[in-house]
């Protein structure tokens, strides 16, 4: 059934779709200091270690052959992060500016809320509703802890947290099937079912109703799934566009809606949606 489903919705595609689905999943790093990767990718190289720039971004990283984290040159650990490479897009697509106030709405695990605060000088909240996730994250990043104000909430009851004071930029990384993903999560292929879609769905429009009001005139909000299916994409956009006047998607260079998972990192979704500023 999913099958049929992906060669609907990806008919030029459906079967690479697929295929990388049944394939070990790929290993991506993002240099903190995008200025230090040829650096970088010559200590890999002198492990041992293929690895390949990633452009056009620059701080990424391809490692043809994965490896275990405890595997790169000490050197190394301490100058990236790893994080897969259709990951590495949210940050650039929100195009975050110093001094803005951003909130990243569904944080865990945390590799996009650090990438953010490493592209400029913001004022960072982080929501997070799941307590195991939140701690997990924080005791992976313990740095977000101390550079951003990092809550136990849910990103749809934002009245139990928000203060008041209206957002220049969300990042709302929602959550979905997973199905862009399914290779790091192998049991997603046995679990879920088409009907599952529209519970996340229903989660997603959710999220997006609760937080437009939390943005400001002006503002920008980044919509990301790792799911290849419409009804948790398009179709979600499209309602919300469609309730919502003072709302405008916006394209985005380098990746516009689906990012299709290849050998070289995993499947996403991205609509960046602006506020109309009152004329």
Known sequence: MVGRKIQFAHPSAWQTVLHQGNTHPPMGLRVRSSEKRREVIARLREAGIAAEPFDPLPGA???????????????????????????????????????????????????????????????????????????????????????????????????????????????????????????????????????????????????????????????RLLYVTCSVFAEENERVIAKFLNNHNDAKRVPTEGVDGYYLPTEQHDGFYYARIEKVAES
């Open 61 to 219: 990283i391809w490692l043809p052959e994965p490896v275990a984290e405890t595997k790169l040159p000490e050197p190394v650990r301490n100058e990236v992060v790893i994080q897969d490479i259709g990951a590495q897009w949210a940050a650039p697509l929100l195009a975050v500016r110093p001094g803005e106030r951003v909130l990243d709405a569904c944080a865990a695990p945390g590799g996009k809320a650090l990438h953010l605060l490493d592209s400029a000088a913001i004022d960072l909240t982080l929501v997070e509703k799941e307590k195991n996730r939140y701690r997990a994250m924080l005791a992976r990043f313990p740095e977000l802890s101390e550079r951003a104000q990092a809550i136990v909430g849910d990103a749809r009851e934002p009245h139990a947290w928000w203060d008041g004071r209206p957002f220049d930029a969300i990042l709302l990384d929602a959550p979905c099937s997973g199905s862009g993903v399914v290779r790091r999560h192998p049991d997603i292929k046995w679990l879920r079912r088409v009907s599952d879609l529209e519970t996340f769905r229903t989660v997603q429009q959710a999220l997006l109703t609760a937080l437009w009001p939390l943005l400001r005139p002006g503002g």
